[in-house]
């Protein structure tokens, strides 16, 4: 830490600033820091795909965050995982490769009057950095296929020319691998024919704009491995270059704000504890968060850059008065339905004696696949809670597998789990300081099930479970409803059941949305620059608006692509005399 003047400093090296880091320090004349408050990714559990189990709730890990006591869920609280490592989530996360719908950036694009977050505007960006097991098409990219963000006939702006001219030089595009599941299972197999039964078409894509349908997810592995972010845009690119910097271990404990000579205010650099003292790191173009919806919001709010009266409560003085840092939390809350079954091999059953974990173990050793080359989840599907919607709202997640919580033993008798999430929830909830002090975790409160809609739309999507699991395809496992319990069956019942049994499915966005200048709300604006403040972005899962109808990771894998781009493209004109 010796020198530390940056062009450009990126706070978090998670999903998004991996990728930022990647394209910023493409241009050797820009130097580039990337800070992350965790260890390096070198724990075996980590590329391990069922390793996950021993990375959430791990301190190597996990922030090992916790939420506060929820009414919607009965007063309980919920383990909160969020990566603290190099790859950030992408290290412990479910590597599900899923984009959402169309219709989710058509929105964006109207709440931020930007086009530039349309479906089709996204799609190229989705595509540059894609490695599809099956090619390249309209709709998919793979490693060495040139895209058309590459090619100079695309753009009219020449700082855009100049910026994917220089990607294309240096070989950038294809380094997120995007390939099948290497197992699948009879009884899962099983399921999704009850499903097309029940009316849900089959689907072997669900990336094309219009998910509803049935079929196993695709992952982010290669060769039966993970595939983190760290892997796929730091190893070993970025590491060779002279004009990148690597800090971890380094906690981001503020901003630095400065004001400009017209009165307006800057932020040029960042305060980092490096576990002894604390060092400041000057960036002269741009700083970046990338620390994702809870991480970002806490450090902006350290800084002073929030909801005023709130940040003078905890003793911090306003350097911005930013009423929307920390609002509009929105998370996928999963309700998870058991089923014991007959005739059927599950992970339940494989994995109950030493004999069975033996030979789980040999099978990846040998072939990098089997239970050990598992996705939490194999089996996905998008369907409608009722017939009346639009367009599929509710999301499963099916597993060969039970148990009582997350973290806790496999049941001892074979059964699945169908854990259905709302995927447009109206809940809204919030994350702010408790203490003006970085290290003490903030308050996250995602508010799950405070809105009727939300209640109504649980209730529903457990008579949907119920409905797939009565299907002629399932009737030779003799399926039996152990949670949450056939004598639930009332619209309140089944809401106040989901209150009790219903977890966080690890998507947590919004809380720096994005906006139009006149919403007194957002807190970025079209470009994630943050209002008042010149130099700083939010690149991360919380500049959403409104959270995807899917898993978020790939999204904000986007939104950083389109970052970088608009970063490059600015210092570009800057140096040409036209900012």
Not at 141 to 147: D, E
Not at 337 to 359: D, E, F, I, P, Q
Request: hydrophobic share 35%; net charge neutral.
């Amino acid at each position: 830490m010796n020198d530390s003047t940056f062009d450009y400093i990126i706070v978090g090296a998670g999903t998004a600033g991996c990728l930022l880091a990647n394209r910023l320090s493409a241009d050797a004349s820009k130097r580039v820091l990337l800070i992350e408050a965790g260890k390096r990714d070198d724990y075996h559990w980590i590329h391990i795909p069922v390793g996950y189990l021993y990375c959430i709730g791990n301190p190597r890990t996990d922030w090992l965050y916790q939420t506060e006591a929820a009414q919607g869920l009965n007063g309980r609280t919920l383990r909160y995982p969020r990566g603290k490592v190099l790859g950030g989530c992408s290290s412990i996360n479910g590597m599900i490769y899923m984009r959402g719908q169309s219709r989710d950036y058509d929105q964006w694009a109207k709440l931020t009057g930007d086009d530039a977050w349309r479906w089709d505007q996204c799609l190229p960006y989705f595509r540059l950095h894609e490695d599809h097991h099956m090619g390249a098409s309209d709709v998919h990219g793979a490693k060495g296929v040139v895209t058309e963000l590459l090619k100079p006939q695309t753009h009219d702006n020449p700082a855009s020319i100049d910026y994917f001219q220089l990607l294309k030089a240096r070989q950038a595009g294809g380094e997120w691998r995007v390939e099948k599941q290497r197992l699948s299972w009879e009884v899962l197999d099983a399921f999704a024919l009850a499903a097309q039964q029940a009316g849900i078409p089959s689907s072997s894509d669900f990336n094309q704009g219009n998910n509803e349908g049935v079929g196993y997810f695709e992952v982010n592995q290669k060769s039966g491995w993970r595939w983190n972010t760290a892997q796929a845009f730091l190893r070993p690119t970025c590491y060779a270059r002279p004009n990148f910097e690597l800090w971890t271990q380094a906690q981001v404990a503020g901003l630095v704000i400065e004001t400009d000579a017209d009165g307006g205010k800057r932020c040029t650099g960042v305060k980092v504890w490096d576990g002894h003292q604390l060092v400041t790191a000057t960036a002269t173009r741009e700083v970046a968060l990338s620390a994702g919806s809870i991480g970002s919001a806490q450090i902006l709010q350290l800084s002073g850059i929030g909801p005023g009266h709130a940040l003078k409560q905890v003793g911090i003085d306003v350097a911005h008065d930013l009423p929307g840092v920390g609002a509009n939390l929105q998370d996928h809350l999963q309700i998870r339905s058991v089923y014991k079954v007959k005739n059927a091999k599950t992970l339940n059953t494989l994995a109950n004696s030493w004999w069975g974990k033996a030979k789980i173990g040999l099978e990846y050793a040998l072939s990098r696949s089997g239970p050990m080359s598992m996705a939490p989840s194999q089996l996905g599907a998008f369907t409608k809670s009722d017939a009346q919607r639009e367009w599929a709202n509710i999301q499963y997640h099916v597993q060969p597998l039970s148990l009582d919580a997350f973290g806790e033993p496999l049941h001892s008798f074979p059964a699945i789990t169908a854990s259905v999430c709302n995927l447009n929830p109206t809940s809204r909830g919030s994350v702010g300081l408790k203490s003006p002090d970085f290290k003490v975790p903030p308050a996250i409160a995602p508010n799950y099930l405070s809105t009727e809609e939300d209640r109504k739309v649980a209730a529903d999507s457990l008579r949907v479970t119920r409905r797939i699991m009565s299907q002629a395809a399932m009737a030779s496992f003799e399926p039996e409803e152990f949670k949450p319990g056939v004598q639930y069956q009332s619209d309140e019942e089944l809401a106040r059941l989901a209150g009790d049994i219903a977890s966080t499915i690890f998507h947590p966005v919004g809380t720096t949305r994005m906006g139009r200048e006149d919403d007194p709300m957002a807190v970025v604006n079209s470009q994630l620059q943050v209002r008042g403040i010149r130099g700083l972005r939010v690149v991360d899962a919380g500049v959403m608006p409104t959270i995807t109808s899917g898993n978020t990771n790939s999204p904000t894998l986007m939104i950083a692509e389109k970052a970088a781009h608009w970063m490059a493209r600015n210092a570009k004109e800057s140096a040409a005399g036209n900012p």
